[in-house]
């Protein structure tokens, strides 16, 4: 099987910065692209950043200029650099990816996974 592990969330004040990490572990045999997404008590959820293999990234708009993503593929993990957070970014972060997993010496099959999230609140 494969897991998503998030870590680094927590409670930070407006301005501040936190830094989530996500690693992947299991029977992977490659990650085709990572991301984060949040969601927010009475919202859906919604895409923060996605980062390809190839280290392409997107940004929602809300995010752009202020948060980072970036990924070792070594350790197969994905961060999320946040920086000037506002009380606005509060919200549960949920690590996403795109892989391919091993099932035998010759079979593949490719799946989204979602890791279980972790807690962001900006407040004062």
Same mark, same amino acid.
């Given at each position: 099987?494969?897991?998503?592990?998030?870590?680094?969330?927590?409670?930070?004040?407006?301005?501040?910065?936190?830094?989530?990490?996500?690693?992947?572990?299991?029977?992977?045999?490659?990650?085709?692209?990572?991301?984060?997404?949040?969601?927010?008590?009475?919202?859906?959820?919604?895409?923060?950043?996605?980062? *390809? $293999?190839?280290?392409?990234? #997107? &940004?929602?708009?809300?995010?752009?200029?202020?948060?980072?993503? %970036?990924?070792?593929?070594?350790?197969?993990?994905?961060?999320?650099?946040?920086?000037?957070?506002?009380?606005?970014?509060?919200?549960?972060?949920?690590?996403?990816?795109?892989?391919?997993?091993?099932?035998?010496? *010759? $079979?593949?099959?490719?799946? #989204? &996974?979602?890791?279980?999230?972790?807690?962001?609140?900006?407040? %004062?």
């Amino acid at each position: 099987q494969v897991q998503l592990v998030e870590s680094g969330g927590g409670l930070v004040q407006p301005g501040g910065s936190l830094r989530l990490s996500c690693a992947a572990s299991g029977m992977i045999f490659e990650i085709y692209a990572m991301g984060w997404y949040r969601q927010a008590p009475g919202k859906q959820r919604e895409l923060v950043a996605t980062i *390809t $293999s190839g280290t392409n990234t #997107n &940004y929602a708009d809300s995010v752009k200029g202020r948060f980072t993503i %970036s990924r070792d593929n070594a350790k197969n993990t994905v961060y999320l650099q946040m920086n000037s957070l506002k009380p606005e970014d509060t919200a549960v972060y949920y690590c996403n990816a795109d892989l391919s997993r091993i099932l035998s010496a *010759t $079979s593949r099959v490719r799946n #989204n &996974y979602w890791g279980q999230g972790t807690q962001v609140t900006v407040s %004062s």
